[in-house]
């Protein structure tokens, strides 16, 4: 004769396996183990799980419980939260969809931030002039106050291309005019 064991986990009292009990080698009865249980588990509709509810040797029956487990993003910073807790639900903050770069929280999705977007270039278009002007002093081309006055003139020429930006691919196409030398 054969019976089924459902353990559950001690913690979460979870559903998290199935064996078959021994047998009572006197009395030919089976052997319950903690943290298990002869009653079988209900199926569960995909994002949830059973839980054992009550006590495993005298009574106690299987719930199913919404399982919210996993990673979701903040909508205000943006940042991955992480849901390890069964009985822990994601507050209307969290989205289980991530955000792309420069993206923020739309009200019912993320949109593209196109002023972080451009402060962030910004910052890597200065780098770059910084890196030519050192460059360009360091092997002899030029004075250091020829350095300085080239990147200046660089740079309002930047500043005046930026202002004339209305869309992502407008400001892509400048960075990639910038690192092909358009602006020497």
Same mark, same amino acid.
């Given at each position: 004769?054969?019976? $089924?064991?459902?353990?559950?986990? &001690?913690? $979460?009292?979870?559903?998290?396996?199935?064996?078959? #009990?021994?047998?009572? *080698? =006197?009395?030919?009865?089976?052997? *319950? *183990?903690?943290? @298990?249980?002869?009653?079988?588990? &209900? #199926?569960?509709?995909?994002?949830?799980? #059973?839980? !054992?509810?009550?006590?495993? !040797?005298?009574?106690?029956?299987?719930?199913?419980?919404?399982?919210?487990?996993?990673?979701?993003?903040?909508?205000?910073?943006?940042?991955?939260?992480?849901?390890?807790?069964?009985?822990? +639900? &994601?507050? /209307?903050?969290?989205?289980?969809? +991530?955000?792309?770069? !420069?993206?923020?929280?739309?009200? @019912?999705?993320?949109?593209? /931030?196109?002023?972080?977007?451009? #402060? %962030?270039?910004?910052?890597?278009?200065?780098?770059?002039?910084?890196?030519? $002007? =050192?460059? +360009?002093?360091? %092997?002899?081309? *030029? %004075?250091?106050?020829? +350095?300085?006055?080239?990147?200046?003139?660089?740079?309002?020429? =930047?500043?005046?291309?930026?202002?004339?930006?209305?869309?992502?691919?407008?400001?892509?196409?400048?960075?990639?005019?910038?690192?092909?030398?358009?602006?020497?």
């Amino acid at each position: 004769m054969k019976k $089924t064991l459902y353990h559950f986990d &001690p913690k $979460t009292r979870e559903f998290s396996g199935e064996t078959m #009990a021994r047998f009572d *080698q =006197i009395e030919g009865e089976p052997l *319950q *183990q903690k943290n @298990s249980t002869f009653i079988s588990p &209900p #199926a569960c509709p995909d994002g949830s799980v #059973a839980i !054992f509810v009550g006590n495993e !040797f005298i009574d106690g029956s299987w719930s199913i419980v919404p399982d919210r487990r996993g990673v979701y993003w903040s909508k205000t910073t943006g940042e991955i939260v992480e849901i390890t807790e069964l009985h822990e +639900a &994601p507050n /209307d903050m969290l989205t289980p969809i +991530a955000p792309k770069p !420069f993206e923020t929280w739309g009200g @019912s999705g993320w949109i593209f /931030d196109r002023d972080s977007y451009l #402060a %962030s270039t910004l910052r890597n278009i200065r780098e770059i002039l910084k890196n030519e $002007t =050192i460059d +360009a002093i360091i %092997s002899g081309e *030029q %004075s250091l106050d020829l +350095a300085v006055d080239t990147i200046r003139e660089k740079w309002k020429m =930047i500043h005046f291309e930026v202002s004339k930006i209305e869309t992502k691919e407008d400001f892509d196409n400048l960075v990639d005019r910038l690192t092909k030398g358009d602006f020497k």
